[in-house]
Every structure is written in C-alpha cells, then in structure tokens.
C-alpha cells in the first residue's frame, strides 16, 4: 500500500497548496512537508520487500517497486526534496529582486505562488506513477500527465521566450509521446497468441511469458515506443523541444525536469527493453545504442560555441541521456544506473547555481557575465565545481562511468566517445572558465540581486559534497578492482 | 456486425479528408466533435449483440468518449478560439486543394500499406486499421502543414482519434483504469492547450506557430538566423 501513498501523497498537498491562496507560509511548509514526507515513504519502501509495499486491484499487482524502480525512485524523492528547500530560499530572493529593482529575472509572472508550489507538488506525484506503474497502459498515462503538470511550469515568467519553449514542449513531447501511445498498442496486439491467450500490459505477465510475443509485431511496437519515450527523454534528434524548455523555465524547474523527469521516461524505455523476447534483444539494444551516440554527438556539436548558459546544461543533458542508453545497450545495466544517479545530482546542482547567476546578472548569455570569483565567489566556486563534476573529472562518479563505459565498448566506439567527451569538455570549459574568471563589460556592482544570489548556497553546496563523497567511494572501489 | 461497423469507419474517413480541407476553424472544430461522436460509438457498433448484451464498462468507456471528445473538448476548442479572437487558417503552409490531394495519397498509402500487413483475420473490420493508419497521418500533417497554433491543437486530437480508432478497431483492450486515464489526459491536454493559445495571442498578438521561432542555437555574432528554429517547429 505504501505504493499507492507515494503517488496520492503529493497530490493531496497538491491540491492543499492549491486551496491554500496567498499564505506563503502555509505553501512553503505543504512544499517541503510534502517533499519530506515522500522521502520518508520511500525509505519505507526501501526497507519493506516488494510484497508488503505492492498495491493490487483484483489480484493484479497495478503498482509495485523492483529494483529498477526503487534507484530512480530514491533519486527522484532526494532531488525534490534539495529542490524544495532550494525553492525556499530562491522564492522569498527572487521576490525581494522583482519588488526592489522591478525585476527579478525578467518578466510578469504567469503563475501565482500557489500554483507553482500544487504544480511542483503534482509533478512528483506523477513521476513517482511512472516509476512504479506494473502496466504499460498506466505507464503512459503517467508520462504524459508528466507533460501536463510540467508544461505550465516552464511558462513561469510570461515572457514571449518560455511561453514558445511551453507550446513546443506540450506539441513535440505530446505528438511523441503519441507514437509510444501507439507502440504500447502495438504490444497489446503482439501480445495476442495464436492459440488466442491474450497477455495484455500487464509488465509482470509480459516479463514472464516474453518469449510467447510475437516478434514482427514487437519489433514495431519497440520503434514507436522508442521514437516516443526517446522524444520526451531527450534522444537526438527528437530532442529538439529540451533545450529551449530547460532554459526558459525557472531554476528549480529546470532542475527536476533535467534531473527527475528524463530518468523517468528512460525507465519507460527500460519496462520495453526488459520484456523484449531473447531473440530481439540484440536489436533493440543496437538502435538504443545508435540513438545513444547520435545524441552524444549533437550534444558535442551544439555546446561548442553555445552563447548561453543555460542551453549549455540542456544539452549536457542530451549527452548524458546519450552516454546512459549507450551503457544500457552494452549490457551494464548497473553503470547505466549509476550514471543517471550521478547525473541528476550534478545537473540539478548546476541548474540551481545557473538559476543563481541568472539572479544576480539578469542574462543567460555567456558572454554578458564574467569575474564570477569577483562577484559571487562562492557560486563561481560550485558552478567551477560542478563543471568538473559533469565532464567527469576523477573523483567524479561520472568518471567511473564513462571509464568502465569506455573499457566495455569495442576499440572504435571508446574512440569515438572519448573524442566526442573531449570536444564536449572543450566546450564547456570554455564557456564555464571564461564565465568565472574572464572581464566583463557589465560588471554587477554589490547591489540586492548579487547579495540574494550569493545568498542561495547552501543546496548547491550539500549536492556537491553528497557528489564527492559518492564518487570518492565509487573510485575507491574501481581502484581496488571491486567493480 | 450488420456494415454499421464499416459505415462509421467511412464516416470517419469522410471526416478526415474534409477535416484536410477545411478553412474556417469552426467548422474544423465541428469536424473534430463529429469524430469524437464516432469514435465513442465505434466499441458499441463492434460489439456482438446478439450473443450477450455489452458490460457496464463498455458502455462507460463510450459514454465517457462521447462527453469528452464530442461536448468538452468542442467546447474547450471554441472557447480558446474565440478568446484569441482568430477564425480562419489564412495563408496555410500547403493550399487547400493541395492538402487534399496530400490527405487522398495519405489515404492510399495506408490502405496499400495495411493490405500489405496481413492483420488477423479476426478483427471486426478490414477497414479499421487504415482508417486508423489515414487519421493518424492526417493529423500530423495537420500539425506540420497549418500556421495556426490552435489547428495544430486540432490536429493533435485527430492523430489521437486515429490512434484509438486502431485500439477499439482491433478490439485491443486497455482495462477501465487506463482507458479512463488516456481521455482524461487528453482533455487536460486540450486545456492546457487553451491556456497556451490565449496566453501566445496575448503577448504575441498572433498564434502562427511558425512565428516562434525567437529561440534556437544561434551564432553568437548573427542573431537573425532562425534556420534552427524552422527546423525546430516542424519536428
């Protein structure tokens, strides 16, 4: 039952920040309340086995929490919570800023507090449907309520920039997500045996009689699931809605949606691999692969020379995606997970000290900031941090990852990685360097953004802690051979 | 499974190929009710009544389709229509005859392609798989081929449409739960696309998806390239 807590928990605070008006205090406690309390439920599902925590209806299990479920489900209850507390701090900043100098980052705001505080609230609700639905039908529902609750997220501000980031993100991600609507059909249809057995969705079913799919009809269904879930994940070249809605939205969004919400529908794509039949494996895995790399490379291509900041950490996250469904389809699993781990923590610290600068300077352009250390020392010293973190510097856990990806692949597609990582590093160190310690013609003086901005510290700075000391304990294994 | 089953589905067809053609966005959205009509009475016109009288569920499912794609979204369509005060697609991407004649070889191919296929000789219908197959792609044509953010809305309800003419048609069974869920997202959807379309008139005094193309990977030095960003609103 616990299960079905995690999904009703937050959408009941939800609709109590929904209810709650204009009292800030009441939505700030029903925030991290709800957050709080979601990580709670989800240490219980940790310590409980599966049986104790499914929810069934009519001896069907519809919500339960495997393996795979539980690390994207730790992930995603830890990150919420830091982004709820950041939130606490960022809000009351961020009002200061707009009511102090008449703006605070930009434009009107589209959605009042309340809002925001049920939308976020809603998210993770839904992202914890996806992570624990036992049936591909629910599993769609779910991630396309992911799209709904999200979309007026990024249309925070009501500037002309996130209210075109919000409509492609709603047409792009839907149609997309459209086709994997049509591939889960295609499932139900390959599911249909010849001595008129018929499986359904159910993953458990699915998972147990795998072989008895029809394979034409699987295969099939796997490409429109794969054109779909990759779509809303952020595969090259479907991609094309994740950069402008990770950097129209506000700090905090683009942080869940970067580091929860494309996990999620790479787990959908996970539920599809795993009760693929023996024999389509390989295929399956070869196009996930293929759409790995491609992503790996358009990354690459779009971060050299990116004159904004924030677009830089949205295709960060195209590559990421990239190197994750490449371990994926080489067999390791557990890396792939891993790095997905690692990835959302750092890109969510990252986004948050993004958020940060865009505060105090007002602009997402490289180019426009500079003498970060001048400025705001302690940002520039997490966002230089966190630069190394994401290229995946030792002791990062990302290094681990890319390591043991590099020494599994074949000779020409380690290449072929390691060139694409560097040209990747190039870029980044770039922009990143050239931002901390480069002149600037605008420099900001010491006034309330700057002061609000060096303010907002403390959630960067325990993400990167809890980074380094994860990946200090990753390398030491990897050093003793334990991996 | 007296040819009611075959007369919906070339209804819906009919639906289709106007729906191609249509200017004034009104009538498209009457187009898109009358679908959503059809394809709530599609599970019941599939049904075998002469064996056993059709579950309740059945007849929720159907009834819920036809509120909500027949009266709710109509209604959402129209309001956010008039709200950013537009009434025709002026200027489309391709000409009305042209997208017609587009819609027909649409049309075609599905029908070759699906005779192709071999689909199990049980389903209701030989029809309903390129039906389905013709709605689905004349919906995405829709989105890429009309200016209009709200025919782009439009045609995203067409291409689902299409996806569910192929689940009832191949008599593919969700369960209550789910089938509820994918209509309630749906309607969201459709809402949320409102919001969208009057917030876009609002500060852009437009909604020509085409025109939003601000955002994009420009070089640093040449900001009017806008080529990425074409390439962006067509996927």
């Known amino acids: ?483 | 499974m007296t040819g009611w089953t075959e007369i919906v589905l070339a209804a819906l067809l009919i639906s289709d190929l106007s729906l191609a053609a249509a200017s004034r966005l009104y009538h498209c959205i009457k187009l898109a009710a009358l679908q959503g009509l059809l394809l709530g009475l599609l599970p019941l016109v599939i049904w075998n009544w002469q064996e056993s009288p059709p579950h309740w569920e059945l007849l929720l499912v159907a009834a819920a389709n036809i509120v909500i794609k027949c009266v709710a979204l109509p209604c959402l369509l129209a309001r956010a229509m008039r709200r950013a005060n537009v009434r025709r697609e002026l200027e489309p991407l391709a000409g009305y005859s042209a997208s017609l004649l587009i819609a027909l070889t649409l049309a075609g191919a599905s029908f070759y392609f699906c005779s192709r296929l071999g689909i199990a000789p049980d389903s209701p219908s030989l029809l309903a798989a390129p039906v389905a197959f013709t709605t689905m792609l004349i919906g995405l044509f829709i989105i890429i081929a009309r200016r209009k953010a709200i025919t782009q809305a439009i045609g995203f309800l067409t291409f689902e449409n299409g996806i569910a003419v192929f689940g009832t048609g191949m008599m593919l069974d969700w369960g209550l739960l789910v089938e509820l869920g994918i209509l309630l997202d749906v309607f969201v959807l459709v809402f949320v696309m409102g919001i969208a379309v009057f917030q876009i008139s609002r500060e852009f005094d437009h909604i020509d998806a085409d025109r939003l193309n601000r955002l994009g990977d420009r070089p640093v030095h040449a900001a009017g390239d806008t080529a990425e960003s074409a390439e962006v609103n067509e996927s």
């Open chain 1, 1 to 483: 039952m616990i299960t079905l807590l995690l999904v009703v928990e937050p959408l009941l605070f939800a609709a109590a920040a929904f209810a709650a008006g204009t009292r800030r205090a009441v939505l700030r406690a029903l925030l991290t309340g709800g957050a709080a309390l979601h990580l709670i439920l989800t240490l219980g599902c940790l310590l409980l086995d599966r049986d104790t925590t499914a929810f069934r209806r009519r001896g069907v299990e519809l919500l339960a929490a495997d393996t795979t479920a539980l690390v994207f489900l730790g992930i995603t209850s830890v990150l919420f919570l830091l982004v709820a507390v950041h939130t606490l701090l960022w809000l009351p900043a961020a009002n200061r800023c707009e009511y102090r100098t008449g703006n605070g980052g930009g434009s009107p705001r589209m959605l009042r507090e309340n809002l925001y505080t049920g939308g976020l609230l809603a998210f993770l609700s839904m992202m914890s449907l996806v992570i624990l639905a036992r049936n591909f039908g629910l599993l769609w529902v779910a991630i396309e309520a992911t799209t709904l609750v999200s979309a007026p997220l990024i249309a925070f501000h009501r500037s002309p920039g996130a209210l075109e980031a919000m409509w492609k993100y709603l047409l792009i991600c839907s149609v997309g997500i459209g086709f994997a609507l049509f591939g889960t059909l295609m499932l139900a249809n390959a599911g249909r045996c010849a001595d008129g057995t018929i499986l359904g969705l159910n993953i458990d079913t699915l998972l147990q009689f795998s072989n008895r799919l029809n394979p034409v009809w699987f295969k099939a269904a796997f490409i429109f699931a794969l054109a779909g879930y990759g779509t809303k994940m952020g595969l090259a070249p479907f991609h094309t809605w994740l950069p402008d809605a990770h950097s129209e939205a506000p700090a905090t969004v683009s942080a869940l949606l970067s580091g929860a919400l494309l996990n999620c529908s790479f787990l959908a794509l996970i539920r599809f691999l795993e009760v693929a039949p023996v024999d389509l494996r390989g295929f399956c895995s070869e196009l996930l692969g293929a759409l790995g790399i491609l992503s790996l490379a358009t990354a690459a291509f779009f971060i050299i020379r990116q004159s904004d900041f924030k677009r830089m950490l949205a295709y960060s996250s195209v590559e990421h995606m990239g190197l994750a469904a490449l371990l994926w389809s080489l067999g390791c699993v557990d890396y792939s997970l891993l790095h997905l781990c690692g990835h959302s923590l750092i890109k969510m610290m990252l986004f948050l000290v993004a958020g940060n600068l865009l505060l105090a300077y007002g602009t997402r352009s490289v180019a426009a900031v500079g003498e970060l250390f001048a400025t705001v020392p302690r940002n520039a010293t997490v966002w230089l941090l966190g630069l190394f973190l994401i290229c995946g510097t030792p002791p990062s856990p990302l290094f681990v990852t890319e390591y043991l990806l590099v020494a599994e692949a074949p000779l020409w597609l380690g290449a072929t990685v390691l060139l694409l990582l560097f040209a990747v590093f190039c870029g980044m160190s770039q922009a990143f360097l050239r931002m901390a310690m480069g002149n600037c013609t605008n420099r900001q003086p010491e006034n309330v953004p700057v002061r609000a901005a060096e303010r907002l510290w403390p959630v960067p700075v325990f993400a990167a802690l809890l980074t380094l000391a994860g990946g200090l304990v990753l390398t030491c294994l990897l050093n003793r051979g334990g991996l």
